[in-house]
T-cell receptor, first 112, second 109 residues
């Protein structure tokens, strides 16, 4: 693994199903983030974690949950998917405050 | 509230110069990032400004005026590969990134 990796790269999901998007980084970055990107709205923060063991809510947290059991992994779970959660999801990490964020390649999720 | 404004779309000619503006209103300010995002790909880092002035990096330069809440990204000698979206992000008092919606830059031959 080099950098930050997301899985799956794309998924079609039936409404009401549970889904976990995976994110792993090997840069030992403290902070990690989940964003969704929708046309015309830019990147919106779902949840974040400033360090292992802590998480926080972003701008659009409803319907999503995260955990940060260790430094490398930051999974995002949709407990019961709805069509409005159709989006491109990006995971990102930063070494510390005011350093640049590195992004995973994204997960394109379609909820039908 | 916190807000980042940048134009939705711009068009420029190959070989020319283009300036993409960004204005921001945030609770506290700890710097401003510019990212490039090609269609279907992840954003990649271009520049970071925290002090007033111009930072030059090859064909790309970024300017910041903290008193005016304003930044711009200047792209010189445009190439077709510069066709992409350019995202502006301000760092607020909690060191969170506040993102603009992005400017889609179209380069014509």
């Amino acid at each position: 693994i080099a950098g930050i990796t997301q899985a799956p790269t794309s998924q079609i999901l039936a409404a009401g199903r549970r889904m976990t998007l995976r994110c792993t980084q090997d840069m030992r970055h403290n902070a990690m983030y989940w964003y969704r990107q929708d046309l015309g709205l830019g990147l919106r923060l779902i949840h974040y974690s400033n360090t292992a063991g802590t998480t926080g809510k972003g701008e659009v947290p409803d319907g999503y949950s995260v955990s940060r059991a260790n430094t490398d992994d930051f999974p995002l779970t949709l407990a019961s998917a709805v069509p409005s959660q159709t989006s491109v999801y990006f995971c990102a990490s930063r070494e510390r405050e005011n350093t640049e964020a590195f992004f995973g390649q994204g997960t394109r999720l379609t909820v039908v | 509230g916190q807000n980042i404004d940048q134009p939705t779309e711009m068009t420029a000619t190959e070989g020319a110069i283009v300036q993409i503006n960004c204005t921001y209103q945030t609770s506290g300010f700890n710097g401003l990032f510019w990212y490039q995002q090609h269609a279907g790909e992840a954003p990649t880092f271009l520049s970071y400004n925290v002090l007033d002035g111009l930072e030059e990096k090859g064909r790309f330069s970024s300017f910041l005026s903290r008193s005016k809440g304003y930044s711009y990204l200047l792209l010189k000698e445009l190439q077709m590969k510069d066709s992409a979206s350019y995202l502006c992000a301000a760092v607020d008092s909690n060191y969170q990134l506040i993102w603009g919606a992005g400017t889609k830059l179209i380069i014509k031959p």
